[in-house]
């Protein structure tokens, strides 16, 4: 059997330096890719401030005057851009308005007011706000309307049944709210003077400002015969 003569030691210490230094060299690959992952994971998770663009609602209090109702309300612009962290901008859907008072108003004005944001919000754009305010409309109902009898030829008589009617208007609340039968008056139309029993519809006029919705009953009977 054949004898293998050992290395000498020089040998073998260039070895085991070779492998030393191949250990360094990976613990020092391992340890920078460790630094650059939590390096990089610690910047993506760190908040940084970006921005949104949201609508903006008004904030309105107060009402308007008796008698007067809100028709609309018209922002300019309609969105705004916020900015914060994005944790925070995610939430945000909209943002309101500075209040803007309407109590006792009785007519259109703008009010540029200033837009209000959560905390850790910003943003610092203002809006304009117009406010149409109309008079308000109500619906009454108004009895005993006389119906004006048609002058009759000479010799003929004229009588109503019924002579009164009923009426359903609408128009602005300060003046329906006033109203009386001897506001409104209601003739005949299309009466024929001829002996005897026809039917007749009812016309009403009403004070301006004022619209007729219906007539009860629509028409009248008439009865036309001779009388001194």
Do not use: C
Not at 190 to 217: C, M, N, W
Request: charge should be positive; aromatic fraction near 4%.
């Amino acid at each position: 059997m054949a004898l293998v003569a050992p290395r000498p030691a020089h040998m073998r210490m260039r070895r085991i330096l070779n492998e030393q230094t191949l250990l360094a060299v990976l613990s020092f690959i391992i340890s920078v890719s460790l630094w650059a992952y939590v390096t990089s994971t610690r910047t993506e998770r760190s908040p940084q401030a970006t921005t949104k663009a949201v609508p903006v609602v008004p904030a309105i209090v107060g009402e308007p005057a008796y008698g007067y109702s809100l028709l609309g309300i018209r922002i300019t612009p309609q969105t705004v851009v916020i900015s914060g962290p994005p944790g925070l901008l995610a939430q945000v859907e909209t943002v309101s308005t500075e209040p803007v008072n309407i109590a006792g108003v009785t007519r259109d004005f703008v009010q540029e007011v200033a837009v209000v944001a959560p905390l850790q919000i910003r943003t610092t754009e203002r809006v304009r706000v117009a406010v149409q305010v109309v008079p308000a409309v109500a619906v009454t109902t108004v009895r005993g309307i006389r119906v004006q009898k048609p002058r009759a030829p000479r010799g003929l008589v004229v009588e109503l049944q019924p002579s009164l009617v009923i009426v359903q208007v609408q128009g602005p609340v300060t003046l329906v709210n006033r109203l009386r039968a001897s506001d409104f008056s209601a003739h005949l139309d299309g009466l024929d003077f001829s002996e005897g029993r026809q039917r007749a519809q009812v016309r009403v006029q009403a004070p301006p400002q004022v619209e007729v919705l219906s007539i009860t009953p629509a028409g009248v009977t008439v009865t036309v015969k001779k009388g001194s």
